[in-house]
């Protein structure tokens, strides 16, 4: 079975600084990838970055990117340059790559909020 | 191109009803996927579907039936609605080849009274 655990329920980041939020993971498969979404208060989730388990290199898109490190499980999202609209919950999810492996599974989240 | 699209936006049930949730991509994705959402709880997979005809359960299907008669559509029925139904619910699709795209539709806020 696969687990994702975030941590941090809430955040406070002062505008223009940087912000790491936390995830952890617990799974057997050796082939998984993980994911971080944003959903703003309108609800809809939006996909920012994905990290492959066998990706050498962390991913970026632009002022995210995935500190990824495979031996102590963990794919903490690192948001540089906050902006007010960063606010948001964000959720890291894991989703295995073997056959008969479709499905995502879900962090609780973290509610980000960003002070002017 | 939509993406994934969800119909209603928002609907309220009476305890005993029942309702389809509507769900289409237009991104010929084999696979789609139900979710809800509750306060405090992440997303969880109610059902999903590897292609046209397959179905399968996720964590919490009691409650909820689906089916996928075309690779464009998969709704979700829910059979006599109870008020732990009440929740977001969201629809996924992804490519076989391409497993690092997911993509939800807006979600319906379903309340159950």
């Known amino acids: 079975a696969q687990k994702i655990t975030q941590t941090q329920p809430g955040m406070f980041v002062q505008e223009k600084e940087a912000v790491t939020l936390d995830c952890t993971y617990d799974t057997s498969d050796q082939s998984y990838g993980l994911f971080w979404y944003k959903q703003p208060s309108s609800g809809e989730m939006i996909f920012l970055i994905y990290?492959?388990?066998?990706?050498?290199q962390n991913a970026t898109e632009g002022r995210y990117s995935l500190n990824f490190q495979k031996a102590r499980k963990s794919a903490n999202l690192v948001i540089s340059a906050s902006q007010l609209g960063d606010s948001a919950m964000y959720f890291c999810a894991m989703r295995a790559r073997g056959a008969g492996s479709y499905q995502l599974t879900f962090g609780k989240g973290t509610k980000l909020s960003v002070i002017p | 191109n939509a993406g994934v699209t969800q119909t209603p936006k928002f609907q309220v049930l009476k305890t005993g009803q029942s309702m389809t949730l509507q769900c289409a991509q237009d991104?010929?994705?084999?696979?789609m996927s139900w979710y809800r959402q509750d306060p405090g709880m992440g997303l969880r997979l109610i059902h999903y579907s590897v292609g046209a005809g397959i179905t399968d359960q996720g964590e919490v299907p009691n409650g909820y039936n689906v089916s996928r008669s075309t690779t464009e559509d998969f709704p979700l029925r829910l059979l006599s609605a109870a008020p732990s139904q009440t929740s977001v619910y969201f629809c996924?699709?992804?490519?076989?080849?391409?497993?690092?795209?997911?993509?939800f539709g807006p979600g319906t806020r379903l309340t159950v009274t």
């Open positions: 996924a699709s992804s490519g076989r080849d391409r497993v690092y795209e997911q993509y």
């Open positions: 991104m010929n994705h084999e696979y």
């Open positions: 990290q492959g388990s066998y990706d050498e």
